[in-house]
């Protein structure tokens, strides 16, 4: 699937120019949350007091395990579900009192497929575009629909199709309205690795237009592979937000396990650092050393235990993942 231009680089807003040009600077956050709370009918708090800034045009995954608040965030800010506490602003507007202009510069393609099953493709598309009050554009529409190679089935009922393309055109539904910030609430769950990969390229194409969007995955390497920023989200709280650069850095960690001839104790003082551990049974020593370092320091460590007259009797090295990264993340935390 290539590419192709989605949407218009310079966001316009036919409704409020002032929206674009002025008051709201291109530096601003495209998504703003501030203070968010949810409690949901039933008591239960799924969200708590969340801060998030999504910057304009950026890639952001949003990882978490189930139950973690993922959907209800992204409701709250698509407008679908109310927050009990705090501000979202998109693109300037508040979601709750601007409901309508904010809405418009969003696309949602939600977690579960939605959609008329009896319905072609062309009038599910053309019927959601409606929905936002925009005159209709069939050039467009033709545009999303060979972008993401549906056009020959535009005259098709829904429930005849794949389920992969069904979840494209719950894609083509949410870009129907040329919105400048997409929402994917887990785009890739149950798909295939090829149908995986033509969504990634899909996703960068609407970057390179000037799209932001947001995604929650629980596939690791999703956000490893597409992510400008990753945040992780554990229990209805926002628990890191980072540069997924700078996360593959710390995740760039690799350990050296050591199996010692006999037990220890206790690591001599001398030899205490946080990068050294050791096991319970006093019969591990695990090393943890950065891999993009000029130096591991391997070889100064154990020339250091070999003075302490620590033996081991065998080694090896392991890298860690950002899955367990992650898991040691959402589990430090329960
Ligand atoms: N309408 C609702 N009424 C009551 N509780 C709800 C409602 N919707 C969600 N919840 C609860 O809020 C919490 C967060 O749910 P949410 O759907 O936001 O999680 P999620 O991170 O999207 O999970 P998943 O990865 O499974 O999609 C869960 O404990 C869920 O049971
Ligand atoms: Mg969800």
């Known amino acids: 699937m290539p590419g192709g231009s989605f949407c218009r680089r310079v966001p316009k807003d036919e409704d409020n120019p002032a929206a674009d040009k002025g008051m709201q600077g291109m530096d601003q956050p495209i998504i703003s949350v501030r203070g968010l709370n949810k409690t949901y009918a039933s008591g239960h708090q799924a969200l708590r007091n969340i801060n998030l800034e999504i910057r304009r045009g950026e ?33 300037g507007h508040d979601i709750v009192r601007d409901y309508r202009a904010a809405r418009r510069k969003i696309g949602l393609v939600p977690q579960e497929l939605t959609s008329d099953a009896f319905e072609s493709v062309w009038r599910t598309v053309s019927f959601s575009r409606g929905l936002f009050g925009k005159a209709p554009n069939p050039a467009w529409l033709e545009k999303i629909l060979r972008d993401l190679t549906l056009w020959e089935k535009k005259d098709n009922r829904i429930m005849t199709l794949s389920g992969g393309m069904k979840r494209r055109v719950m894609i083509a539904k949410a870009l129907s309205h040329e919105p400048q910030i997409l929402f994917l609430d887990e785009p890739t769950a149950g798909v295939d690795v090829e149908l995986r990969r033509e ?56 350990q050296l396990t050591l199996s010692l001839q006999a037990p220890l104790s206790a690591l001599p003082p001398a030899l205490a650092q946080e990068n050294l551990e050791l096991s319970a049974d006093g019969l591990t020593l695990i090393y943890s050393f950065d891999t993009q370092g000029e130096q591991t320091g391997i070889a100064d460590i154990l020339r250091r235990l070999g003075e302490h007259g620590i033996d081991f009797k065998d080694l090896h090295t392991k890298e860690s993942s950002l899955e367990e990264i992650f898991v040691g993340l959402v589990k430090g935390r329960s």
Not at 82 to 91: I, R, T
Not at 214 to 226: D, K, R, S
């Open 59 to 91: 890639i952001f995954a949003l990882l978490g395990p189930n139950g973690a608040g993922k959907t209800t965030l992204i409701n709250i800010i698509c407008g679908i579900v109310n927050p009990s506490k705090g501000l979202v602003q998109a693109d």
């Open 199 to 254: 969504m990634w390229e899909m996703v960068r194409g609407l970057r390179a237009n000037g799209v932001t969007v947001i995604l929650t995955t629980h596939y690791i390497e999703e956000a490893q592979e597409m992510a400008d920023r990753v945040g992780v989200i554990n229990k209805g709280e926002i628990i890191l937000v980072e540069d997924k650069k700078v996360l593959m850095r710390k995740l760039g960690k690799r």
